[in-house]
């Protein structure tokens, strides 16, 4: 049996900091928008910020994009197990990552696994403000700080999953020719 790779201790630190950092903003975002704001007693006009930024109470009891609805306290559970094996998933891959820039994504992912996983533990939903919109237009769902730390972390392993690889593939074809 081979020794696990060890990731150089900074960067370990740096990510676990990174999705310690994002967790905390996460969860103060949430209590400014359901305690000094009362954002849930405003009603669906909400907060208007800028021409195209609101802030609106939305409880989200499914996952990305409304899927996996949890309408019951069974099925709410099960969501939390499944998005904590996720989130365990996440941290082993990010321990043994050696690249600094993964490291960073995953803990920005992991950050935010986990400030929904805490919403949906205390509160039974995920508590979600944020309304980017132009017009009637919604490019996005009602989202959080968490969910969008989730999607960067995300686009960024999957750009440079797919940079490296075509890089690599590039460097490969030269090498050849």
């Given at each position: 049996m081979t020794a696990l790779p060890l990731l150089p201790p900074l960067h370990r630190k740096l990510g676990l900091g990174l999705a310690a950092l994002v967790l905390l903003l996460d969860q103060l975002t949430?209590?400014?928008v359901t305690v000094p704001l009362q954002l849930e007693?405003?009603?669906d006009e909400g907060l208007p910020l800028l021409p195209i930024f609101a802030l609106r109470w939305v409880?989200?009891?499914g996952i990305s994009m409304g899927f996996l609805?949890?309408?019951?306290?069974?099925?709410?559970?099960l969501l939390v197990a499944m998005t904590a094996a996720i989130s365990a998933f996440v941290l082993v891959w990010m321990w043994r990552e050696r690249s600094r820039q993964d490291v960073m994504a995953l803990g920005l992912v992991l950050g935010g696994a986990l400030g929904n996983i805490i919403d949906r533990v205390r509160l039974g939903f995920v508590v979600d403000f944020a309304d980017l919109h132009f017009g009637e237009w919604r490019p996005f769902l009602i989202f959080n700080l968490a969910d969008?730390?989730?999607t960067i972390g995300v686009l960024i392993l999957?750009?440079?999953a797919l940079l490296l690889r075509e890089k690599d593939a590039n460097s490969?074809?030269?090498n050849h020719a």
């Open positions: 949430k209590y400014i007693s405003r009603g409880e989200n009891r609805h949890a309408s019951t306290d069974t099925a709410r559970w969008a730390a989730i999957l750009a440079r490969e074809s030269h």
